[in-house]
Protein backbone atom coordinates (compact mmCIF):
# COMPACT_ATOMS: atom_id res chain seq x y z
CA UNK A 1 0.00 0.00 0.00
CA UNK A 2 1.41 3.53 -0.78
CA UNK A 3 1.33 6.19 1.75
CA UNK A 4 0.44 9.25 -0.19
CA UNK A 5 0.66 11.36 2.74
CA UNK A 6 4.24 10.91 2.96
CA UNK A 7 5.23 11.27 -0.22
CA UNK A 8 6.34 14.47 -2.15
CA UNK A 9 6.75 14.72 -5.51
CA UNK A 10 10.16 14.82 -5.99
CA UNK A 11 10.30 11.53 -3.17
CA UNK A 12 7.61 10.17 -5.67
CA UNK A 13 9.42 10.43 -8.41
CA UNK A 14 12.41 9.09 -6.89
CA UNK A 15 10.77 6.07 -5.70
CA UNK A 16 9.24 5.34 -9.04
CA UNK A 17 12.94 6.13 -11.40
CA UNK A 18 13.84 2.89 -8.63
CA UNK A 19 10.97 1.00 -8.78
CA UNK A 20 10.09 0.81 -5.45
CA UNK A 21 6.33 1.68 -6.55
CA UNK A 22 4.85 1.76 -9.94
CA UNK A 23 2.73 4.54 -11.75
CA UNK A 24 -0.37 2.50 -11.52
CA UNK A 25 -0.17 1.97 -7.50
CA UNK A 26 0.44 4.97 -7.00
CA UNK A 27 -2.28 6.17 -8.88
CA UNK A 28 -5.08 4.36 -7.81
CA UNK A 29 -3.40 5.44 -4.18
CA UNK A 30 -4.26 8.91 -5.51
CA UNK A 31 -7.88 8.14 -6.03
CA UNK A 32 -8.59 6.11 -3.04
CA UNK A 33 -7.22 9.28 -1.47
CA UNK A 34 -9.61 11.33 -3.07
CA UNK A 35 -12.44 9.15 -2.50
CA UNK A 36 -12.42 9.41 1.12
CA UNK A 37 -11.66 13.24 1.01
CA UNK A 38 -12.69 15.09 -1.83
CA UNK A 39 -16.58 14.19 -0.63
CA UNK A 40 -15.66 16.85 2.53
CA UNK A 41 -13.12 18.75 1.14
CA UNK A 42 -14.55 19.48 -2.86
CA UNK A 43 -11.48 20.37 -4.29
CA UNK A 44 -12.42 18.42 -7.34
CA UNK A 45 -14.71 19.07 -9.85
CA UNK A 46 -14.06 16.20 -12.27
CA UNK A 47 -12.31 13.34 -11.10
CA UNK A 48 -10.97 11.33 -14.33
CA UNK A 49 -10.51 8.04 -12.84
CA UNK A 50 -10.76 5.80 -15.86
CA UNK A 51 -8.45 8.06 -17.67
CA UNK A 52 -5.63 8.02 -14.99
CA UNK A 53 -5.71 4.88 -14.51
CA UNK A 54 -5.10 4.05 -18.46
CA UNK A 55 -2.60 6.48 -18.50
CA UNK A 56 -0.92 4.99 -15.43
CA UNK A 57 -1.09 1.31 -16.81
CA UNK A 58 0.63 2.45 -19.60
CA UNK A 59 3.37 4.26 -17.92
CA UNK A 60 3.90 1.11 -15.76
CA UNK A 61 4.36 -1.34 -18.87
CA UNK A 62 6.51 1.26 -20.18
CA UNK A 63 8.50 1.75 -16.85
CA UNK A 64 9.06 -1.83 -17.00
CA UNK A 65 10.37 -2.39 -20.45
CA UNK A 66 12.87 0.95 -19.30
CA UNK A 67 10.94 2.63 -21.50
CA UNK A 68 10.63 6.73 -20.72
CA UNK A 69 10.98 6.39 -17.20
CA UNK A 70 13.62 9.32 -17.59
CA UNK A 71 11.46 11.41 -17.96
CA UNK A 72 10.85 14.42 -15.13
CA UNK A 73 7.11 13.50 -14.14
CA UNK A 74 6.98 10.30 -15.34
CA UNK A 75 4.06 8.11 -13.18
CA UNK A 76 3.39 11.27 -11.77
CA UNK A 77 -0.64 12.29 -10.77
CA UNK A 78 -1.60 15.73 -10.92
CA UNK A 79 -4.27 17.93 -11.07
CA UNK A 80 -5.03 21.24 -12.78
CA UNK A 81 -7.24 24.06 -12.25
CA UNK A 82 -10.66 23.91 -14.17
CA UNK A 83 -9.32 26.86 -16.28
CA UNK A 84 -6.47 24.43 -17.98
CA UNK A 85 -7.79 22.44 -21.25
CA UNK A 86 -7.01 19.19 -21.46
CA UNK A 87 -8.07 17.44 -24.84
CA UNK A 88 -11.38 15.75 -24.90
CA UNK A 89 -12.19 16.40 -21.52
CA UNK A 90 -14.50 19.35 -19.76
CA UNK A 91 -13.53 22.86 -19.20
CA UNK A 92 -15.96 24.77 -17.01
CA UNK A 93 -13.91 27.70 -15.16
CA UNK A 94 -16.27 26.60 -12.26
CA UNK A 95 -18.93 28.33 -14.08
CA UNK A 96 -22.51 27.55 -15.98
CA UNK A 97 -21.30 29.64 -18.71
CA UNK A 98 -18.77 27.04 -19.90
CA UNK A 99 -20.91 24.05 -18.27
CA UNK A 100 -20.86 22.24 -22.10
CA UNK A 101 -17.54 23.14 -23.17
CA UNK A 102 -14.98 20.37 -24.31
CA UNK A 103 -11.53 20.97 -25.07
CA UNK A 104 -10.06 20.11 -28.46
CA UNK A 105 -6.58 20.58 -27.91
CA UNK A 106 -4.10 20.60 -24.70
CA UNK A 107 -3.41 23.67 -23.13
CA UNK A 108 0.58 24.29 -23.93
CA UNK A 109 1.25 23.96 -19.90
CA UNK A 110 -0.61 20.20 -20.49
CA UNK A 111 1.61 19.23 -23.63
CA UNK A 112 4.77 19.92 -21.76
CA UNK A 113 3.54 17.76 -18.75
CA UNK A 114 2.52 15.21 -21.25
CA UNK A 115 5.72 15.54 -22.31
CA UNK A 116 7.33 15.18 -19.05
CA UNK A 117 5.48 12.19 -18.28
CA UNK A 118 3.05 13.49 -15.64
CA UNK A 119 -0.67 11.87 -15.49
CA UNK A 120 -3.98 13.96 -15.62
CA UNK A 121 -6.20 13.15 -12.57
CA UNK A 122 -9.12 15.81 -12.46
CA UNK A 123 -9.60 19.21 -12.57
CA UNK A 124 -9.83 21.45 -9.25
CA UNK A 125 -12.57 23.72 -7.90
CA UNK A 126 -12.44 27.25 -8.23
CA UNK A 127 -13.94 30.73 -7.90
CA UNK A 128 -16.19 30.79 -10.75
CA UNK A 129 -14.44 31.81 -13.95
CA UNK A 130 -11.36 33.01 -11.50
CA UNK A 131 -12.72 36.55 -10.74
CA UNK A 132 -12.30 36.16 -6.88
CA UNK A 133 -10.41 34.65 -4.00
CA UNK A 134 -12.80 32.71 -1.92
CA UNK A 135 -13.89 29.61 -4.09
CA UNK A 136 -17.23 29.56 -2.30
CA UNK A 137 -18.53 28.82 -5.96
CA UNK A 138 -22.53 28.62 -6.06
CA UNK A 139 -22.50 26.52 -8.82
CA UNK A 140 -20.36 23.44 -7.25
CA UNK A 141 -20.29 24.51 -3.87
CA UNK A 142 -17.43 25.97 -1.65
CA UNK A 143 -13.96 24.28 -1.39
CA UNK A 144 -12.94 23.58 1.92
CA UNK A 145 -9.63 24.45 3.94
CA UNK A 146 -8.24 21.44 5.34
CA UNK A 147 -6.72 23.00 8.64
CA UNK A 148 -10.28 23.63 9.48
CA UNK A 149 -13.32 23.08 7.49
CA UNK A 150 -15.40 26.02 8.10
CA UNK A 151 -12.80 28.21 6.61
CA UNK A 152 -12.06 29.07 2.90
CA UNK A 153 -9.42 27.68 0.99
CA UNK A 154 -9.11 31.02 -0.81
CA UNK A 155 -8.84 31.47 -4.69
CA UNK A 156 -9.27 31.46 -7.35
CA UNK A 157 -7.17 28.34 -7.53
CA UNK A 158 -8.91 27.47 -3.97
CA UNK A 159 -9.41 23.62 -5.50
CA UNK A 160 -5.17 23.51 -6.42
CA UNK A 161 -4.65 24.40 -2.84
CA UNK A 162 -6.54 22.27 -1.03
CA UNK A 163 -6.03 19.46 -2.96
CA UNK A 164 -2.05 20.13 -2.63
CA UNK A 165 -2.11 20.38 1.11
CA UNK A 166 -4.44 17.55 1.70
CA UNK A 167 -2.53 14.90 -0.46
CA UNK A 168 -5.03 14.62 -3.17
CA UNK A 169 -2.26 15.85 -5.36
CA UNK A 170 1.19 15.20 -5.56
CA UNK A 171 1.29 18.92 -7.21
CA UNK A 172 -0.87 21.04 -9.57
CA UNK A 173 -1.17 23.99 -12.02
CA UNK A 174 -2.97 27.18 -10.99
CA UNK A 175 -3.74 30.96 -12.59
CA UNK A 176 -2.98 34.08 -10.94
CA UNK A 177 -4.47 37.53 -11.59
CA UNK A 178 -4.42 39.49 -8.60
CA UNK A 179 -3.03 36.59 -6.28
CA UNK A 180 -5.10 33.45 -7.00
CA UNK A 181 -2.09 30.74 -6.97
CA UNK A 182 -0.30 32.30 -4.14
CA UNK A 183 -4.12 33.30 -1.87
CA UNK A 184 -4.74 29.93 -1.54
CA UNK A 185 -1.51 28.58 -1.14
CA UNK A 186 -0.89 30.56 1.62
CA UNK A 187 -4.46 30.31 3.61
CA UNK A 188 -3.71 26.73 2.61
CA UNK A 189 -0.29 26.55 4.32
CA UNK A 190 1.52 25.40 0.81
CA UNK A 191 4.15 26.65 -1.42
CA UNK A 192 2.59 28.75 -5.32
CA UNK A 193 5.01 30.30 -7.41
CA UNK A 194 4.13 33.25 -10.05
CA UNK A 195 6.33 33.44 -12.52
CA UNK A 196 6.91 36.92 -14.33
CA UNK A 197 4.52 37.76 -17.07
CA UNK A 198 5.32 36.04 -20.00
CA UNK A 199 7.29 33.39 -18.97
CA UNK A 200 4.86 30.38 -18.49
CA UNK A 201 2.57 30.27 -21.50
CA UNK A 202 -1.36 30.79 -21.06
CA UNK A 203 -2.38 29.45 -24.71
CA UNK A 204 -4.97 27.15 -23.97
CA UNK A 205 -5.69 28.47 -20.43
CA UNK A 206 -9.30 30.26 -20.05
CA UNK A 207 -8.53 33.73 -19.17
CA UNK A 208 -9.61 36.32 -16.87
CA UNK A 209 -7.42 39.05 -17.77
CA UNK A 210 -5.17 38.97 -21.00
CA UNK A 211 -2.84 41.50 -19.39
CA UNK A 212 -2.87 39.89 -16.07
CA UNK A 213 -3.21 36.34 -16.25
CA UNK A 214 0.18 34.18 -15.05
CA UNK A 215 0.14 30.32 -15.20
CA UNK A 216 2.28 28.56 -12.02
CA UNK A 217 2.65 25.83 -9.84
CA UNK A 218 1.60 24.90 -6.30
CA UNK A 219 3.16 22.28 -4.34
CA UNK A 220 3.82 21.04 -0.97
CA UNK A 221 7.25 22.30 -0.62
CA UNK A 222 9.63 24.59 -3.38
CA UNK A 223 11.66 21.70 -4.56
CA UNK A 224 8.39 20.35 -5.85
CA UNK A 225 7.22 23.63 -7.25
CA UNK A 226 10.60 24.10 -9.02
CA UNK A 227 10.36 20.91 -10.40
CA UNK A 228 7.36 21.91 -12.07
CA UNK A 229 7.99 25.46 -13.01
CA UNK A 230 11.07 23.88 -14.73
CA UNK A 231 8.40 21.38 -16.85
CA UNK A 232 6.29 24.59 -17.72
CA UNK A 233 8.37 27.53 -18.27
CA UNK A 234 9.67 28.31 -21.91
CA UNK A 235 8.62 30.18 -24.77
CA UNK A 236 5.04 28.92 -26.89
CA UNK A 237 5.81 31.09 -30.54
CA UNK A 238 1.89 30.74 -30.80
CA UNK A 239 1.27 32.96 -27.36
CA UNK A 240 1.64 36.64 -28.30
CA UNK A 241 2.50 37.02 -24.36
CA UNK A 242 5.08 34.54 -24.51
CA UNK A 243 8.80 36.20 -23.62
CA UNK A 244 11.53 33.98 -25.38
CA UNK A 245 13.89 34.46 -22.05
CA UNK A 246 16.02 31.80 -21.44
CA UNK A 247 15.71 30.52 -17.91
CA UNK A 248 19.09 29.96 -16.17
CA UNK A 249 19.81 26.38 -14.12
CA UNK A 250 17.88 24.51 -11.58
CA UNK A 251 18.84 25.60 -7.82
CA UNK A 252 21.36 23.48 -5.90
CA UNK A 253 19.53 21.52 -3.49
CA UNK A 254 22.62 21.51 -1.18
CA UNK A 255 23.36 25.35 -0.85
CA UNK A 256 21.35 26.06 2.55
CA UNK A 257 22.89 29.63 3.21
CA UNK A 258 22.59 33.14 1.85
CA UNK A 259 25.68 35.06 2.45
CA UNK A 260 25.34 38.84 1.20
CA UNK A 261 21.92 38.16 -0.30
CA UNK A 262 20.46 42.03 0.19
CA UNK A 263 16.26 41.49 1.21
CA UNK A 264 14.09 44.65 2.07
CA UNK A 265 11.05 44.20 4.65
CA UNK A 266 8.34 45.92 3.73
CA UNK A 267 7.56 47.62 7.13
CA UNK A 268 5.51 50.41 5.56
CA UNK A 269 2.39 51.12 6.72
CA UNK A 270 0.73 49.64 3.66
CA UNK A 271 2.24 46.21 4.79
CA UNK A 272 2.20 46.32 7.99
CA UNK A 273 -1.69 46.77 7.51
CA UNK A 274 -2.34 43.13 8.95
CA UNK A 275 -3.13 40.51 11.93
CA UNK A 276 -0.34 41.11 14.56
CA UNK A 277 0.46 37.36 14.32
CA UNK A 278 1.30 37.50 10.39
CA UNK A 279 3.04 40.79 11.00
CA UNK A 280 5.38 39.03 14.04
CA UNK A 281 5.51 35.83 11.61
CA UNK A 282 6.91 37.60 8.92
CA UNK A 283 9.48 39.24 11.06
CA UNK A 284 10.10 36.23 12.54
CA UNK A 285 10.82 34.88 9.05
CA UNK A 286 13.31 38.15 8.83
CA UNK A 287 15.51 36.95 11.66
CA UNK A 288 15.71 33.61 10.06
CA UNK A 289 17.29 35.24 6.71
CA UNK A 290 19.96 37.19 9.27
CA UNK A 291 20.71 34.44 10.79
CA UNK A 292 20.62 32.48 7.16
CA UNK A 293 23.58 34.91 6.22
CA UNK A 294 21.52 37.58 4.34
CA UNK A 295 21.29 41.50 4.93
CA UNK A 296 17.99 42.71 5.55
CA UNK A 297 16.92 46.07 5.99
CA UNK A 298 13.44 47.45 6.55
CA UNK A 299 12.11 50.05 4.16
CA UNK A 300 8.97 51.37 2.55
CA UNK A 301 8.16 49.56 -0.69
CA UNK A 302 6.78 52.12 -3.27
CA UNK A 303 3.11 52.80 -4.65
CA UNK A 304 1.90 49.13 -3.91
CA UNK A 305 -1.45 50.53 -2.77
CA UNK A 306 -1.92 52.66 -6.19
CA UNK A 307 -0.52 49.02 -8.27
CA UNK A 308 -3.31 46.87 -6.58
CA UNK A 309 -5.89 49.78 -7.38
CA UNK A 310 -4.90 49.26 -10.86
CA UNK A 311 -4.47 45.98 -10.61
CA UNK A 312 -8.17 45.77 -9.51
CA UNK A 313 -9.52 48.32 -11.68
CA UNK A 314 -8.14 46.03 -14.73
CA UNK A 315 -8.70 42.60 -13.77
CA UNK A 316 -12.89 43.71 -13.74
CA UNK A 317 -12.14 45.43 -16.94
CA UNK A 318 -10.78 42.73 -18.55
CA UNK A 319 -12.97 40.19 -17.84
CA UNK A 320 -15.62 42.55 -18.75
CA UNK A 321 -14.31 42.69 -21.81
CA UNK A 322 -13.84 38.78 -22.48
CA UNK A 323 -17.31 38.00 -20.79
CA UNK A 324 -19.43 40.67 -22.71
CA UNK A 325 -21.56 38.72 -24.85
CA UNK A 326 -22.28 36.37 -21.93
CA UNK A 327 -23.20 39.80 -19.18
CA UNK A 328 -25.55 40.50 -22.50
CA UNK A 329 -27.36 37.25 -23.27
CA UNK A 330 -27.11 34.94 -20.53
CA UNK A 331 -26.41 36.96 -17.27
CA UNK A 332 -28.42 34.45 -14.91
CA UNK A 333 -25.90 31.96 -15.34
CA UNK A 334 -23.06 33.81 -13.08
CA UNK A 335 -23.34 33.73 -9.77
CA UNK A 336 -24.06 37.02 -8.05
CA UNK A 337 -20.56 38.02 -6.73
CA UNK A 338 -19.23 37.85 -10.34
CA UNK A 339 -22.17 39.68 -11.96
CA UNK A 340 -21.89 42.43 -9.76
CA UNK A 341 -17.89 42.85 -10.37
CA UNK A 342 -18.82 42.04 -14.35
CA UNK A 343 -20.90 45.07 -14.49
CA UNK A 344 -18.71 47.03 -12.04
CA UNK A 345 -16.11 46.28 -14.99
CA UNK A 346 -18.20 47.22 -17.80
CA UNK A 347 -18.68 50.65 -16.30
CA UNK A 348 -15.19 51.13 -16.57
CA UNK A 349 -14.30 54.20 -18.92
CA UNK A 350 -12.06 54.10 -21.54
CA UNK A 351 -10.29 57.14 -20.35
CA UNK A 352 -9.57 54.90 -17.04
CA UNK A 353 -8.31 52.41 -18.25
CA UNK A 354 -5.72 53.88 -20.63
CA UNK A 355 -4.82 56.09 -17.37
CA UNK A 356 -4.40 52.38 -15.78
CA UNK A 357 -2.23 50.82 -18.39
CA UNK A 358 -0.39 54.00 -18.45
CA UNK A 359 -0.23 53.82 -14.81
CA UNK A 360 1.28 50.16 -15.42
CA UNK A 361 4.41 51.31 -17.01
CA UNK A 362 5.26 53.46 -14.51
CA UNK A 363 5.00 51.03 -12.03
CA UNK A 364 6.91 48.25 -13.75
CA UNK A 365 9.34 50.69 -14.17
CA UNK A 366 9.76 51.93 -10.75
CA UNK A 367 9.12 48.45 -8.99
CA UNK A 368 12.35 46.96 -11.56
CA UNK A 369 13.94 50.16 -10.11
CA UNK A 370 13.87 48.83 -6.78
CA UNK A 371 15.40 45.83 -7.34
CA UNK A 372 18.34 47.46 -8.32
CA UNK A 373 19.53 48.27 -4.57
CA UNK A 374 17.99 45.27 -3.20
CA UNK A 375 18.04 41.47 -4.35
CA UNK A 376 14.36 40.39 -2.37
CA UNK A 377 11.28 41.81 -0.96
CA UNK A 378 9.29 40.03 1.85
CA UNK A 379 6.12 40.62 2.66
CA UNK A 380 2.95 38.91 4.27
CA UNK A 381 1.04 36.91 1.13
CA UNK A 382 -2.22 37.87 3.04
CA UNK A 383 -3.28 40.42 5.79
CA UNK A 384 -5.30 37.39 7.71
CA UNK A 385 -5.44 34.07 7.97
CA UNK A 386 -8.22 31.80 6.20
CA UNK A 387 -11.86 33.87 6.91
CA UNK A 388 -15.33 31.18 8.31
CA UNK A 389 -16.89 30.55 4.59
CA UNK A 390 -20.10 31.82 6.26
CA UNK A 391 -18.58 35.66 6.73
CA UNK A 392 -18.04 39.06 4.74
CA UNK A 393 -19.00 38.40 1.20
CA UNK A 394 -16.54 37.32 -1.50
CA UNK A 395 -16.58 41.09 -2.81
CA UNK A 396 -14.63 42.35 0.59
CA UNK A 397 -12.81 39.66 1.02
CA UNK A 398 -11.33 39.98 -2.30
CA UNK A 399 -10.46 44.05 -1.73
CA UNK A 400 -8.32 42.15 2.17
CA UNK A 401 -7.13 39.23 0.51
CA UNK A 402 -5.34 41.14 -3.05
CA UNK A 403 -3.75 43.52 -1.07
CA UNK A 404 -0.27 42.51 -1.04
CA UNK A 405 -0.42 40.11 -3.93
CA UNK A 406 -1.88 42.27 -7.07
CA UNK A 407 0.82 44.24 -7.16
CA UNK A 408 2.84 42.42 -8.54
CA UNK A 409 0.51 40.61 -11.35
CA UNK A 410 0.48 44.65 -12.09
CA UNK A 411 4.30 44.78 -12.72
CA UNK A 412 4.58 41.20 -13.95
CA UNK A 413 7.19 40.65 -11.37
CA UNK A 414 7.68 36.83 -10.07
CA UNK A 415 7.01 35.84 -6.18
CA UNK A 416 6.84 33.16 -4.32
CA UNK A 417 4.09 32.29 -0.86
CA UNK A 418 5.87 29.69 1.35
CA UNK A 419 4.17 29.16 4.58
CA UNK A 420 6.03 30.61 7.79
CA UNK A 421 3.89 29.46 10.94
CA UNK A 422 0.65 29.60 12.39
CA UNK A 423 -1.94 31.51 14.12
CA UNK A 424 -3.09 31.17 17.44
CA UNK A 425 -5.77 29.22 15.30
CA UNK A 426 -3.99 27.30 14.06
CA UNK A 427 -4.40 28.38 10.17
CA UNK A 428 -1.41 28.72 8.31
CA UNK A 429 0.84 31.90 7.74
CA UNK A 430 2.22 32.65 4.17
CA UNK A 431 5.73 34.55 3.27
CA UNK A 432 5.73 36.55 -0.13
CA UNK A 433 9.10 36.50 -1.49
CA UNK A 434 9.28 38.86 -4.58
CA UNK A 435 12.24 39.81 -6.77
CA UNK A 436 13.26 41.29 -10.36
CA UNK A 437 11.73 40.04 -13.75
CA UNK A 438 13.17 36.68 -14.89
CA UNK A 439 14.77 35.73 -11.03
CA UNK A 440 12.98 32.89 -10.70
CA UNK A 441 15.58 30.40 -10.11
CA UNK A 442 17.21 32.37 -7.36
CA UNK A 443 14.01 33.32 -6.07
CA UNK A 444 13.18 29.49 -5.56
CA UNK A 445 16.76 29.24 -4.20
CA UNK A 446 15.84 31.85 -1.65
CA UNK A 447 12.58 30.47 -0.72
CA UNK A 448 14.46 26.62 -0.62
CA UNK A 449 16.88 27.55 2.27
CA UNK A 450 14.63 29.25 3.98
CA UNK A 451 11.87 26.35 3.66
CA UNK A 452 14.69 24.07 5.31
CA UNK A 453 15.93 26.15 7.70
CA UNK A 454 12.23 26.78 9.51
CA UNK A 455 10.45 23.43 8.03
CA UNK A 456 6.92 24.38 8.56
CA UNK A 457 6.31 22.61 5.16
CA UNK A 458 6.42 19.66 7.14
CA UNK A 459 3.29 19.94 8.74
CA UNK A 460 0.14 18.42 7.47
CA UNK A 461 -3.02 19.24 7.92
CA UNK A 462 -5.36 16.76 10.46
CA UNK A 463 -7.38 15.19 7.83
Not at 245 to 268: M, N
Not at 275 to 301: K, M, T, W, Y
Request: aromatic share 8%; net charge negative; glycine share 8%.
Amino acid sequence: MVDINQLSLKSAITAITKREISPIDLTKAMLEQIAQHNPQLNCYLNIYSEFALKQAQAKTIALAKKDQAHRPLFGIPLGLKDLIAIRGFPLRAGSRIWQDNISAEDAFVVKKLRRAGAIFIGHHNMHEIALGVTTVNPHYGACHNPWNLERISGGSSGGSAVAVASGLSLGALGTDTGGSIRIPASLCGVVGLKPTFGRVSVRGVLPLSWNLDHVGPLARCVEDAAILYQVIAGYDDRDPYSAHITSQRLFDPDLLSLPGIKIALASDPFFTDADPEIVQAVRRAALSFENLGAIVEECEFPDALLAAQTNSLMVISDAAAIYEQDLKTQPDLFGEDILQRLRKGAMVTSSQYIHARHTQNLLRKRFNEFFGDYDFLITPTTPITAPLIQGEDALEQAKNLTRFTAPFNLSGLPAITIPCGFDSQGLPIGLQIVTKAWNEERLLQVAYIYEQSAGWWKMQPPL
